[in-house]
């Protein structure tokens, strides 16, 4: 809704990709201001900034190594200090290299684990108490189909999304009486993002709608103030 966010901050995280960009270019058109967190896609990041800011939006890309511990805490930092308290968070920065369970070492669930899950958690804790003094927050979480069914990418990517699932839950019933509210949201495959690396004529085959994009269908969604978790 034009005007929806006038005056607000949003973080979105993993900016640079297809979820991400589409999730930034409809924040600016509800009136946001944007930090555009990214990971090694810096490139597609400052396009993107540019193109906002050619429409009047006030925007920063921001680099983050979200692997990292401190890394939640000094992207907030610089998105704050060149915009204002941020008021809207879209975790979407996610990695997940596809292995078998056999394959999955601790080395890499724990680096999928960080990206996936701490770090979401990680820019929600710093965010939180500020959102509920304020009396405004929106936080959202970019999970995954595999989460629900276990995916095609890993166990170390299925419990890392699954993982963001809980952390909903918990947070949200804590803070919804402050004006705040956490909810996530759990695509398959998405047309011209990274998810999608084949043809997606092939890909769109093993849909019931036939395509890979414009497809949300057999859904029931509740809008209960919370009262029923999903």
């Not at 941020?86 to 890499?108: E, K």
């Amino acid at each position: 809704m034009p005007g929806a966010l006038d005056g607000r901050i949003a973080l979105v995280t993993g900016a640079s990709g297809g979820i991400g960009r589409e999730l930034a270019l409809g924040l600016a058109s509800a009136g946001a201001a944007l930090a555009l967190g990214y990971g090694n896609n810096r490139h597609s990041a400052e396009q993107l900034a540019a193109e906002l800011e050619s429409t009047g939006s006030r925007v920063v890309p921001l680099g983050a190594d979200l692997s990292e511990v401190r890394a939640a805490d000094e992207l907030i930092d610089l998105a704050e200090e060149a915009l204002g308290p941020v008021d809207v968070l879209v975790a979407n920065a996610g990695i997940g290299r596809i292995a078998a369970y056999d394959d999955v070492d601790a080395a890499l669930f724990d680096e999928t684990i960080a990206v996936n899950l701490r770090a979401p958690f990680l820019l929600a804790r710093r965010l939180l108490p500020g959102m509920r003094e304020r009396g405004f927050g929106r936080l959202l979480f970019i999970s995954s189909v595999a989460a629900l069914t276990g995916g095609i990418v890993g166990p170390h990517y299925a419990a890392s999304k699954a993982g963001l699932h809980g952390l909903t839950h918990y947070l949200s019933s804590r803070v919804a009486g402050d004006g705040v509210t956490v909810n996530a949201i759990a695509p398959a495959l998405i047309a011209e993002t990274g998810m999608v690396l084949g043809d997606p004529a092939q890909l769109a085959a093993h849909v019931p709608v036939g395509r890979t994009n414009a497809y949300m269908t057999n859904q029931v969604v509740s809008i209960d103030g919370g009262i029923h978790p999903r």
